[in-house]
Nanobody
Framework: QVQLVESGGGLVQAGESLRLSCEASGLTFSNYAMGWFRRAPGKEREFVAAMPWSGGSTAYADFVKGRFTISRDNAKNTVYLQMNTLKPEDTAVYYC?????????????????WGQGTQVTVSS
């Protein structure tokens, strides 16, 4: 049974940083995709970043390039999202998700497993 548990959200001021963590368990796929998505109030869930568990490639939404970094720690079965220079428009619930293959990574509907989400609020 796949389980994803996010942590690290909170309330920060614009310009500050946060690091989100997603601890995964029950994963048996050989090279799955780990993704981060977010949902702001009144908006659809949108892609933020993704990487294959084997490492190498990374993918980012244009609105976070240069500010957010996705990484992983194999020993801890954990993927991270380092968020720097946060803006009020980054306020959202952030979710991590897993897809069995590194394909169609930008679409939320491609991911079968989701965490419960962690709230990030950025004040101006």
């Amino acid at each position: 049974q796949v389980q994803l548990v996010e942590s690290g959200g909170g309330l920060v001021q614009a310009g500050e940083s946060l690091r989100l963590s997603c601890e995964a368990s029950g994963l048996t796929f050989s090279n799955y995709a780990m993704g981060w998505f977010r949902r702001a109030p009144g908006k659809e869930r949108e892609f933020v970043a993704a990487m294959p568990w084997s490492g190498g490639s990374t993918a980012y939404a244009d609105f976070v390039k240069g500010r957010f970094t996705i990484s992983r720690d194999n020993a801890k079965n954990t993927v991270y999202l380092q968020m720097n220079t946060l803006k009020p428009e980054d306020t959202a619930v952030y979710y991590c998700a897993v897809r069995e293959v590194w394909r169609s990574i930008y679409s939320a509907t491609s991911y079968a497993y989701w965490g419960q989400g962690t709230q990030v609020t950025v004040s101006s």
